[in-house]
């Protein structure tokens, strides 16, 4: 079975600094990446995906992942770290789910808190 | 933007009582899916569903649980007879599952309590 792994509980870094949220996958065949970040008390928002191609992904507020299929990768990143990019990262993977049917699903990573420090 | 919405936000319930989670996934999507959260830890799936039936579940997704789509639009979680350890963040998701890479959206999400 696919899953990932977000070794960190919780990642601090102070405004302005870059970024990185680190995320390994375990996969059989080509993965099909993704993060999604939620604030308190909200549903889980797509940050981005990677699917095939540009092994760097740009996705929403600024933030890019980059895969690396040697060291099965795929870290979450920022150039300069805001303090409203204060949440809950998780990093997924699509997962073989029903055969017959041809669905998948998806398996999340256990999370990592970001905390932006003034 | 589409989106998926659910309703109650919240619901305080009295443990052995029937709860019933309501979903509107996006409008062109055929795949679906309840996955569950717990004090803002890790989201766990419950289960998947397409073309009116259940594709895959999980361990957690016991007898008390059932998922329906009754109207085309609709698509619920039920709780048959809840127990303290189902209060839970339940999130739905939907996706259309097509060459676009298959990005899963989620529900804001109903907040449980059984008390």
């Known amino acids: 079975a696919q899953s990932v792994a977000q070794p960190e509980d919780q990642v601090n870094v102070a405004e302005g600094n870059p970024l990185t949220v680190k995320c390994t996958y375990s996969?059989?065949?080509?993965?099909?990446l993704f993060w999604y970040v939620q604030y308190p008390n909200r549903g889980l928002q797509f940050l981005l995906k990677y699917i095939t191609g540009d092994n760097l992904v740009k996705g929403s507020y600024g933030f890019e992942a980059e895969f690396n299929k040697s060291q099965t990768s795929f870290h979450l990143k920022k150039p300069s770290a805001l303090v409203s990019d204060s949440a809950l990262y998780f990093c997924?993977?699509?997962?073989?789910?029903?055969?017959?049917?041809?669905?998948?699903?998806?398996?999340f990573g256990t999370g990592t808190r970001l905390k932006v420090l003034a | 933007e589409p989106e998926v919405t659910q309703t109650p936000s919240h619901q305080v319930t009295q443990m052995g009582q029937e709860v019933i989670l309501r979903c509107v996934p996006i409008?062109?999507?055929?795949?679906f899916y309840w996955y569950r959260q717990i004090l803002g830890q890790k989201v766990e799936f419950l289960v998947s569903f397409y073309n009116n039936e259940i594709s895959e579940k999980s361990e957690i997704f016991d007898d008390q649980f059932s998922v329906e789509r009754p109207d085309g639009s609709n698509f619920t979680l039920k709780i048959r007879s809840t127990k303290l350890e189902d209060s839970a963040m339940y999130f739905c998701?939907?996706?259309?599952?097509?060459?676009?890479?298959?990005?899963?959206?989620f529900g804001e999400g109903s907040w449980l309590t059984v008390v």
């Open positions: 997924a993977v699509r997962d073989f789910g029903s055969r017959t049917s041809g669905t998948y699903k998806y398996i």
């Open positions: 998701a939907s996706t259309a599952l097509d060459s676009s890479g298959n990005t899963i959206y």
């Open positions: 996969v059989s065949g080509n993965p099909y």
């Open positions: 409008s062109n999507h055929l795949y």
